[in-house]
C-alpha cells in the first residue's frame, strides 16, 4: 500500500516527513491489526524449541479437558518406561549382533571327476558377478563369505590344462542358530513395541477428542510463542509433537478471561458454574422373557414371550472410587397373552447400579453399567391373577452420541437375570432407545 500511494499518488512527495507519513500508515492498515489480535502464550512447563500444537477452550468445556488431560498424563510413566525398556533390550540384541562374526565358513561339495588332478573353483555373488576362483586338489572346498546368496561353478583341471566349467549351482551362507538369549530379546523387544504402538493410539485418541472440543487451534516452533486466540476461547493447553512421548503443558487461563470453574473449584462448586452433575434418560424398550406363565412355580416356562415398554434413568456424572458413577434405572413392560386373552404379564423393576463411560470421540461415549435390586411380575391369567417379587442382575451395554451440551440420544442392550423362587434364573433381554438431558 505503501509503495502505490508513493508510486502512483498524483501529487509527488518529495518530503522525507511525507514518505515516513505513507509508511506509518500502512503499517497500521496492513500490519498492526494482526497483532491485535495475537496474544503472547507460554506452554508451561515446556519450554524450548518444538512442534507446538496450541488448543484454545471455552470456559464451559473446563471440567471435560481437565478429565481428558488427566487420562492423558496417566500413560506418561508407563510409555516412557516402555521406551526405556526397549532401549536397553536393542542394546543386547546390537551386543548380541557384534559377537556373531560377520563372515561363515561354508563347505562346497561336488562328484570327483575321472582323470582330474585337482580343480577350479569360480565363486559368484547373488547378481552372478565374479568374485573369486579357487583351486583345490579334493572335490570339496571351504569358503569363508558374508551372509547371503551366491553361486559356484567347477571345471575339472590337470597338469596341462583346466577343462570345461559346469553350470552355476546356487548355495547360501547364513549366519546361524541364534542363541536362546537373542531369541529371548528379539521376543521382548516385539512385545514392546507392540505396547508402544497400544499406547500411542489411546493417547491420539484422546487427543483426538481434545482437538474435537477445541474453539480453534494454532502451530508454533517455540514454547513462546504469540498466537491468534478465538474470541470464545478461555483457556488453552499445548502439545510438542516433536517429543516422544508427546509432551503436554498444562491447561492454562487465558489473560483476561475469567472461568466459571475455577482452578481450584470442588466438586459442588463445578456443579454450581456449570450445572448440575445429574442428567436423566427416556426411552422405549423392547424385549424377550423367558418366563413362567403363572405365578405357580410348577407350571411349564413360556419361552420367548415378547415384550414392550418404556424405561426412565437418572445418572450422577461425578465417580466414586474413581470408576464408580452411580445410576438408578427403572423399567416396565408389558407382555401379550400367547393362549388366551386373559394370559397377560406386566414386568417391572427398579434398579440401582453403577455406570463407566468411555469417550470414544466425535460425540460418541460408551456406557457400560451393572445394576441390582428388585422387580415384580404381576400375571394376568383365566385361571389366577397374582404378583411375584423377585431380585434380579443386570449388566448392560449403551452407545450414546451427542446433539449438543446437554442433549444425547442413546441405544443399548442388556441382559437381566431373575432369580426365581424356586431356583430358576428367569432372564430377560431388553434392548432399548431414548433420549437423555442434562439438568
Request: net charge positive; with cysteine.
Amino acid at each position: 500500500l505503501a509503495y502505490c500511494y508513493l508510486r502512483f499518488r498524483p501529487v509527488r512527495i518529495s518530503s522525507f516527513k511525507g514518505t515516513l507519513a505513507a509508511v506509518i500508515a500502512a503499517f497500521f492498515l496492513v500490519g498492526y491489526p494482526p497483532l491485535l489480535r495475537a496474544e503472547k502464550l507460554n506452554a508451561a512447563p515446556l519450554s524450548g524449541p518444538g512442534d507446538y500444537e496450541f488448543l484454545f477452550f471455552s470456559a464451559d468445556k473446563k471440567p471435560e479437558i481437565d478429565g481428558l488431560t488427566a487420562r492423558f498424563r496417566e500413560l506418561d510413566p508407563e510409555l516412557q518406561n516402555l521406551h526405556n525398556d526397549l532401549k536397553k533390550t536393542e542394546e543386547q540384541l546390537a551386543a548380541f549382533s557384534a559377537k556373531t562374526p560377520g563372515k561363515r565358513t561354508q563347505r562346497l561339495d561336488w562328484s570327483p571327476i575321472e582323470g582330474a588332478t585337482g580343480y577350479s573353483v569360480k565363486l559368484f555373488d547373488a547378481k552372478k558377478n565374479l568374485i573369486d576362483t579357487r583351486s583345490t586338489e579334493e572335490n570339496s572346498l571351504a569358503v569363508e563369505l558374508d551372509q547371503g546368496e551366491y553361486y559356484f561353478q567347477v571345471a575339472a583341471a590337470t597338469k596341462f590344462k583346466t577343462g570345461t566349467y559346469s553350470r552355476m549351482t546356487s548355495f547360501r551362507v547364513s549366519r546361524g542358530k541364534p542363541s536362546a538369549e537373542q531369541v529371548a530379546a528379539t521376543e521382548r523387544a516385539e512385545n514392546l513395541r507392540e505396547k508402544i504402538r497400544i499406547q500411542r493410539s489411546i493417547r491420539g485418541e484422546y487427543l483426538k477428542t481434545l482437538r474435537s472440543l477445541a474453539a480453534g487451534d494454532a502451530s508454533a516452533g517455540a514454547a513462546e510463542a504469540d498466537l491468534t486466540v478465538p474470541a470464545s476461547a478461555a483457556f488453552y493447553l499445548a502439545v510438542n509433537k516433536k517429543s516422544e512421548p508427546y509432551a503436554m503443558s498444562q491447561v492454562t487461563v487465558l489473560p483476561g478471561r475469567n472461568l466459571k470453574i475455577s482452578e481450584t473449584a470442588t466438586t459442588a462448586e463445578r456443579s454450581t458454574a456449570s450445572g448440575s452433575n445429574f442428567f436423566w434418560g427416556a426411552g422405549l424398550v423392547a424385549g424377550i422373557q423367558d418366563s413362567s406363565t403363572s405365578i405357580n412355580a410348577q407350571s411349564a416356562n413360556d419361552f420367548f414371550r415378547t415384550s414392550l415398554g418404556v424405561e426412565g434413568f437418572l445418572r450422577y456424572n461425578q465417580p466414586f472410587l474413581r470408576f464408580f458413577y452411580p445410576q438408578v434405572k427403572l423399567q416396565a413392560a408389558y407382555s401379550a397373552g400367547k393362549t388366551n386373552a386373559f394370559d397377560a404379564m406386566l414386568y417391572a423393576n427398579l434398579y440401582p447400579g453403577v455406570y463407566y463411560p468411555i469417550t470414544l470421540g466425535k460425540g460418541f461415549t460408551l456406557f457400560v453399567s451393572l445394576s441390582t435390586g428388585a422387580n415384580v411380575f404381576i400375571l394376568l391369567s383365566s385361571a389366577a391373577s397374582g404378583s411375584v417379587l423377585q431380585w434380579g442382575v443386570m449388566p448392560g451395554v449403551e452407545m450414546q452420541y451427542s446433539l449438543n451440551e446437554k442433549l444425547a440420544i442413546y441405544m443399548g442392550g442388556a441382559i437381566n437375570f431373575t432369580y426365581d423362587t424356586s431356583g430358576t434364573i428367569l432372564k430377560f433381554i431388553p434392548i432399548n432407545l431414548g433420549v437423555t438431558r442434562r439438568f
